[in-house]
């Protein structure tokens, strides 16, 4: 038996609960608009065949993100359908969720990674996922899948599989809108309010890296991110001080904490806190505070 194969035999073994479900990066999934709306078929059609309830998904050029409840069994099939699906050799990781602050981190982080992978777009104007379902004022459109021949059903699904009558469909896109599979009101209760949600969305910024650390990938924060961590931390660790009044050993310290805690690279921090690159290598390479 191979590691993989283990692997998969461990994640089968997985009882009931809430698990992040995260592709690997070795192939570029989707391409055109097309191919996105087939995955996004593909995610409902998911949603639809087997014992799972989905709280949140995105799909990325390259991986897939799903936040889903069932058994370990039922996300190995979520997973094996996917991969059947798009016809590409595909790996995984199943990480379980431990509590509801868990879940909530892990929902933040994928509806994150839109906004990411520098998009240039807000979470909840990226098509392909859930980012923007929650806390709507407006209808999210489409038609309802009754009103819709099963030829053209099966045409957009490329499958035979029975749509539900209540199930919203984009009929120009020939998508089924993630709000018919998706459970919305389990995540708008989570959260509370969509005041709550954004707050959260945009300080949990810590959370997100230990997030990316489980599903093994890499983070990447924003200028104005980068200006908050900075903010915060001269906040709480050093009196609210402004960076260029702090002592040499402080000034230090502070950039290794934003190195090698958060990852920032020298380049930035050397332009967000007018410094050399130089400097900020030799600040990160002292073992003066260590």
């Known amino acids: 038996m191979t590691e993989k194969q283990k692997r998969y035999a461990k994640f089968k073994t997985y009882p009931h609960g809430w698990y992040h479900l995260v592709t690997d990066k070795t192939v570029w999934l989707f391409h055109t608009q097309e191919e996105f709306v087939f995955g996004m078929n593909t995610i409902a059609l998911c949603a639809l065949l087997y014992p799972v309830r989905i709280v949140r998904f995105e799909l990325m050029g390259n991986h897939i993100h799903i936040v889903l409840q069932g058994t370990g069994a039922a996300c190995l099939k979520v997973f094996f359908f996917i991969k059947k699906r798009l016809g590409v050799d595909l790996d995984f990781q199943l990480i379980p969720i431990k509590d509801d602050e868990h879940l909530a ?7 994150r990674n839109p906004y990411e992978t520098d998009l240039n777009v807000l979470p909840g104007g990226y098509p392909w996922g859930t980012g923007g379902l929650g806390f709507r004022m407006m209808s999210p459109g489409g038609v309802r899948a009754d009103t819709l021949s099963k030829a053209f059903l099966r045409r957009i699904l490329r499958s035979d599989v029975e749509i539900p009558g209540d199930c919203l469909v984009d009929k120009v896109l020939g998508m089924i809108l993630p709000v018919s599979y998706v459970d919305t ?13 954004l707050t959260r969305f945009v300080k949990a910024l810590e959370t997100f890296l230990h997030t ?52 920032i690279p020298p380049v930035t921090l050397a332009e967000r806190l007018g410094l050399p690159v130089y400097l900020v290598g030799q600040m990160i390479r002292s073992k003066r505070n260590r």
């Not at 991110?225 to 260029?244: A, C, K």
């Open 105 to 111: 981190t892990v929902i933040l982080y994928v509806d």
């Open 185 to 197: 009101a389990f995540f708008e209760r989570l959260f509370g309010t969509a005041s709550f949600y």
């Open 212 to 263: 990316a650390d489980e599903s093994g990938e890499q983070i990447q924060f924003s200028v104005a991110e980068v200006d908050s961590l900075i903010e915060e931390q001269l906040r709480t660790h050093y009196g609210g001080n402004r960076f260029r009044f702090l002592h040499a050993w402080e000034k230090e310290k502070l950039v290794q904490t934003l190195a090698n805690r958060f990852r």
